[in-house]
């Protein structure tokens, strides 16, 4: 009775799946050989919600008399996050000392005309189970408030004296010295070295001119920044026109009547009001190389150190992210995609992607090997980052240097649907949540004066082809690269050689013959 009752068991897997899809194992049980990429027969057809004609709640943006953009999108939930960006950043301190934007970062949230102390600040937002931060980009600075909906009001006068009134006394300026020493101490000493090196192929890439200038606050600056030179700066660049107040989970008009009330008429503690010298250089991108000798032997000690490695990044110019080829070179740089040597990932993070399976599965003695693509309003980089042992530093520079030639090789259909799609399920997966939909916001409105919604990139990032790809590629392999060199550096070739294996057609460095090894 139980053989039969098998047996009819087996032959409606048999009539379900058909015969080739039915394997019978040694161990006496069957398992059905399905593709993964294909629905399942006699399955009923799925439902989806969807959302009639536009997005329920779409980004809303209003600019007040005095020029600030005030936007907001509504989300439901008790909590909000508002906050005002700045379009100020270390690429307009050419005419300053480098590093007012990291004081202002460390600087943020201290006392101002209205509270005492930073302390003072953190248990007025306590009381409505809120947050702070500030952070400082390139191009951008952004002061954030994750509160209670019902403290908005209580969350813009803070923003406004946050950004408008600071003190800035002598002990919180010493103290943000000592904090500022303490980073770049920190910087210089982190087994990852990835900061150091993305300061150094901007260096490398923009020498000398927006952003190019250091992010980070050189040693030689720390004393030269004072109150003087920092009311200097925020004359000429926290002005109403260069802000855009932003808010998530939050009635626009409630926004805009608070924006009002603290920032119509808000006359900020320097004085004047308009922009007098702003830096409007467009960014040069000059290629080049940068090289720091560095013993990394002594980066992780302990009981299981990370080897010493060497460290190497090649970048070529890309495009700004305003322009449309923006969005092929996102898709390329998902392609190429990349990491460390070591991960537990799947088919969902990555291990597809060509630095994996040209890379770092053929060669098991790269330690690393991650695409980067940095974008600005006026320019972008795309870059490799990879680490190996010192003595290898050769051959991993001609491997890197063949991934960029082969990038102008036509994509696979199946490799192209991919990196589109994981770059979609990325993107939606990011907007899930509410601080990162507030900066998206923000940054969209500050550098275009609008928001392109989520289902309108998802649109453009389908319709990328393979020729797009083909050529923005071949666009990028025409300028000269930017190399950062971090480690010992005894192995690594030229930068005419590395220069010489991007221009070429198989992307092999010149043949070096030498008399003695």
Same mark, same amino acid.
């Given at each position: 009775?139980?053989?039969?009752?098998?047996?009819?068991?087996?032959?409606?897997?048999?009539? =379900?799946?058909?015969?080739?899809?039915?394997?019978?194992?040694?161990?006496?049980?069957?398992?059905?050989?399905?593709? +993964?990429?294909?629905?399942?027969?006699?399955?009923?057809?799925?439902?989806?919600?969807?959302?009639?004609?536009?997005?329920?709640?779409?980004?809303?943006?209003?600019?007040?008399?005095?020029? +600030?953009?005030?936007?907001?999108?509504?989300?439901?939930?008790?909590?909000?996050?508002?906050?005002?960006?700045?379009?100020?950043?270390?690429?307009?301190?050419?005419?300053?000392?480098?590093?007012?934007?990291?004081?202002?970062?460390?600087?943020?949230?201290?006392?101002?005309?209205?509270?005492?102390?930073?302390?003072?600040?953190?248990?007025?937002?306590?009381?409505?189970?809120?947050?702070?931060?500030?952070?400082?980009?390139?191009?951008?600075?952004?002061?954030?408030?994750?509160?209670?909906?019902?403290?908005?009001?209580?969350?813009?006068?803070?923003?406004?004296?946050?950004? +408008?009134?600071?003190?800035?006394?002598?002990?919180?300026?010493?103290?943000?010295?000592?904090?500022?020493?303490f980073e770049l101490e920190d910087l210089n000493m982190r087994p990852d070295p990835e900061p150091l090196l &993305?300061?150094?192929?901007?260096?490398?890439?923009?020498?000398?001119?927006?952003?190019?200038?250091?992010?980070?606050?050189?040693?030689?600056?720390?004393?030269?920044?004072?109150?003087?030179?920092?009311?200097?700066?925020? =004359?000429?660049?926290?002005?109403?026109?260069?802000?855009?107040?932003?808010?998530?989970?939050?009635?626009?008009?409630?926004?805009?009547?608070?924006?009002?009330?603290?920032? +119509?008429?808000?006359?900020?503690?320097?004085?004047?009001?308009?922009?007098?010298?702003?830096?409007?250089?467009?960014?040069?991108?000059?290629?080049?190389?940068?090289?720091?000798?560095?013993?990394?032997?002594?980066?992780?000690?302990?009981?299981?150190?990370?080897?010493?490695?060497?460290?190497?990044?090649?970048?070529?110019?890309?495009?700004?992210?305003?322009?449309?080829?923006?969005?092929?070179?996102?898709?390329?740089?998902?392609?190429?995609?990349?990491?460390?040597?070591?991960?537990?990932?799947?088919?969902?993070?990555?291990?597809?992607?060509?630095?994996?399976?040209?890379?770092?599965?053929?060669?098991?003695?790269?330690?690393?090997?991650?695409?980067?693509?940095?974008?600005?309003?006026?320019?972008?980089?795309?870059?490799?980052?990879?680490?190996?042992?010192?003595?290898?530093?050769?051959?991993?520079?001609?491997?890197?240097?063949?991934?960029?030639?082969?990038?102008?090789v036509n994509a696979g259909e199946m490799e192209l649907e991919r990196a589109k799609t994981q770059l979609k399920?990325?993107?939606?997966?990011?907007?899930?949540?509410?601080?990162?939909?507030?900066?998206?916001?923000?940054?969209?409105?500050?550098?275009?004066?609008?928001?392109?919604?989520?289902?309108?990139?998802?649109?453009?990032?389908?319709?990328?082809?393979?020729?797009?790809?083909?050529?923005?590629?071949?666009?990028?392999?025409?300028?000269?690269?930017?190399?950062?060199?971090?480690?010992?550096? &005894?192995?690594?070739?030229?930068?005419?050689?590395?220069?010489?294996?991007?221009?070429?057609?198989?992307?092999?460095?010149?043949?070096?013959?030498?008399?003695?090894?």
């Amino acid at each position: 009775m139980a053989t039969h009752m098998s047996r009819c068991r087996s032959w409606s897997r048999v009539q =379900r799946f058909g015969i080739a899809a039915y394997r019978k194992y040694s161990s006496g049980g069957g398992y059905p050989n399905i593709s +993964l990429s294909a629905p399942l027969p006699g399955i009923p057809k799925p439902v989806f919600a969807s959302v009639d004609g536009q997005e329920k709640y779409e980004t809303k943006i209003t600019t007040l008399e005095n020029g +600030l953009k005030v936007a907001s999108q509504n989300k439901f939930g008790q909590f909000c996050t508002v906050g005002v960006l700045v379009n100020s950043g270390s690429r307009h301190e050419a005419k300053y000392p480098s590093g007012i934007a990291h004081f202002l970062e460390k600087l943020a949230f201290s006392s101002t005309a209205q509270y005492g102390s930073r302390d003072e600040i953190l248990l007025t937002l306590e009381k409505h189970g809120g947050i702070c931060d500030c952070q400082t980009s390139r191009d951008t600075t952004m002061y954030a408030v994750s509160a209670e909906v019902k403290g908005l009001d209580t969350v813009v006068s803070l923003l406004s004296d946050a950004v +408008l009134q600071p003190r800035l006394l002598d002990e919180e300026i010493e103290m943000t010295r000592m904090a500022v020493r303490f980073e770049l101490e920190d910087l210089n000493m982190r087994p990852d070295p990835e900061p150091l090196l &993305t300061e150094m192929i901007h260096a490398a890439a923009y020498r000398g001119n927006t952003v190019g200038l250091p992010r980070f606050c050189p040693g030689d600056n720390v004393d030269k920044i004072d109150k003087e030179v920092l009311h200097s700066y925020l =004359r000429n660049y926290y002005c109403p026109e260069r802000m855009v107040l932003a808010g998530v989970g939050i009635e626009h008009e409630q926004l805009v009547e608070c924006a009002r009330k603290y920032l +119509l008429d808000a006359k900020p503690v320097w004085g004047a009001i308009t922009a007098a010298n702003v830096d409007l250089s467009v960014a040069q991108y000059t290629g080049g190389i940068v090289k720091m000798e560095k013993d990394m032997s002594d980066v992780s000690l302990g009981p299981t150190p990370i080897p010493e490695l060497t460290h190497i990044m090649i970048g070529l110019e890309s495009c700004s992210f305003l322009e449309d080829d923006f969005i092929p070179f996102a898709v390329l740089n998902m392609m190429m995609g990349g990491g460390g040597s070591f991960s537990a990932g799947g088919p969902g993070k990555g291990m597809f992607t060509r630095l994996y399976l040209n890379v770092l599965n053929r060669h098991h003695w790269m330690y690393n090997a991650t695409s980067y693509h940095h974008s600005y309003e006026d320019s972008g980089l795309l870059c490799i980052h990879a680490s190996a042992d010192p003595r290898q530093v050769r051959e991993m520079v001609e491997i890197i240097t063949r991934e960029f030639i082969q990038m102008a090789v036509n994509a696979g259909e199946m490799e192209l649907e991919r990196a589109k799609t994981q770059l979609k399920s990325m993107l939606m997966m990011n907007l899930e949540a509410r601080p990162v939909i507030f900066e998206d916001v923000g940054r969209q409105v500050l550098s275009t004066g609008k928001r392109k919604l989520p289902h309108e990139l998802c649109a453009l990032i389908s319709n990328v082809t393979a020729s797009d790809i083909k050529r923005v590629t071949a666009k990028m392999l025409r300028g000269k690269p930017a190399v950062a060199a971090l480690g010992d550096l &005894t192995e690594l070739p030229s930068y005419e050689h590395i220069q010489a294996a991007l221009s070429s057609k198989d992307g092999r460095l010149p043949r070096m013959y030498r008399l003695f090894r």
